[in-house]
């Protein structure tokens, strides 16, 4: 099958295009390199089956040229990642709408089989864990920038499911929780590239607040077969699923295992969130996502545990730096 992937040179694109291509598939990325990068795709550009377009989704004609070779379209095109949402509303608030919008029209215009990447951000603060797919969003203020990521792609996942209501669309939204592994930049905020390349630079590691918020870290190698694994089933059409770990960590936690693994040199710092992120910041105390609707879908739980993502972040970042 012919696979359209945009966003495909960042950090999940590129491990799914690699993926889908050591499985015979062909692929065609497109991606505007503006927090993707053209070097997590250059050991791909000499594969047969490999094509790419260094442009943004918002031109439409490339964009429809692309979904109508394909067969598949994975929509992964975002601005996603803390520090860009808090320091750049605006892209993120319009890459995110505007995006989606045009892939979803011209998937819809092809009828293609679509998957179209969400995120956990959308539960918001909601205290109510474990998060199950159908469980109230709980935003905070307009005010308050981060929310406008959450509220984005909730958009995005409200215009999906109304173009399978409307037009059958064979779409399925996937809610990705805290998804690491290498090739993901610690420039856009995520944490734990940001602690690993702190360690092994003998920088202090900082940790945002009093530490005690926890996060749930799933590998990207996971992620990508519950991708795969969803693109064949008609039973996801116009279902949401939940995608992410349940093993929860600390960040305090989680700074100090990296801290005793890879830079025991390093201090850990406590930064306020005000001086991480400027005012009217507001952070999460825990997300930890109900994996049953995946589970009894395809089985699906995730393999990799924290310490062994934490080496393959080690390796990609020695070897890069
Ligand atoms: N965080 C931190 N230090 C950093 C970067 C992030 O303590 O240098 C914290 C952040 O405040 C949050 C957690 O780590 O509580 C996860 O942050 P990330 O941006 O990776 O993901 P998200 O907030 O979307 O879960």
Redesign the pocket.
Known sequence: MKHLITGGAGFIGSHLAEALLDKGETVFVIDDLSTGSIVNIDHLRDRDNFHYAIDTILNEQLLSEYVDRADVVHHLAAAV???LIVEDPVRTIETNIAGTDLVLRAAAKKKRRTLIAST??VYGKSSDLPFVEDGDMVLGATTRARWSYAASKAIDEFLALAYHAQFGLPVTVLRFF?TVGPRQT?RY????P??VG?ALGGEPI????D?K?S?CFCDVSDVIRAVMELVDRPESHGQVYNIGSTEEIT?VE??EKVRKLFGPDSEIEF?S?EE?YGPNFE??KR?VPDTNKLHELIGWEPKVKIDEILNSVVAYIRKNM
């Open positions: 990642g803390v520090r956990s951000e805290n610690g905020g995520m944490v734990i940001r602690f702190q900082t940790v945002y607040g530490g918020q996060r960040i989680l700074a930064v969130f991480a952070d999460l997300r």
